[in-house]
């Protein structure tokens, strides 16, 4: 069974930089890991995904600003956020699924269909 856990989030003044890590441990041979979203009252929305062979893709919202990486041994999921804004203040998840990103929603942005979850951690930016 994989389990996913994220790092302690944090608060940021706009314009500055967080990183995010996530532990997962498992079976993670071939697996789509992405970070995704949440601003209470809202839709949660998928914020990068990295698949087994190292490709990566973003929301338009974060491209160019985030960085998805994992570790060599795929144990260990990151989130590089620079330039943040107050609108990127959220829940933030991290999430493995059980088969690579061509097999989900959206490239694996949509999250529906991923099978484990961390139990969020808050980023805040300030204005």
């Known amino acids: 069974q994989v389990q996913v856990v994220e790092s302690r989030g944090g608060t940021v003044q706009s314009g500055g930089s967080l990183r995010l890590s996530c532990a997962v441990s498992g079976y993670i041979y071939k697996n789509c890991m992405g970070w995704f979203r949440q601003v209470s009252g809202k839709e949660r929305e998928g914020v990068a995904r990295i698949d087994t062979d190292g490709t990566t893709r973003y929301a338009d919202s974060v491209q160019g600003r985030f960085t998805i990486s994992q570790s060599n041994s795929k144990n260990a999921l990151y989130l590089e956020m620079e330039n943040l804004r107050p609108d990127d203040t959220a829940m933030y998840y991290c999430?493995?699924?059980?088969?690579?990103?061509?097999?989900?929603?959206?490239?694996?942005?949509?999250?529906?269909?991923?099978?484990?979850w961390g139990q969020g951690t808050q980023v805040t930016v300030s204005s």
């Open positions: 999430a493995a699924a059980t088969v690579e990103c061509g097999w989900l929603l959206q490239g694996g942005l949509g999250g529906s269909d991923y099978a484990n």
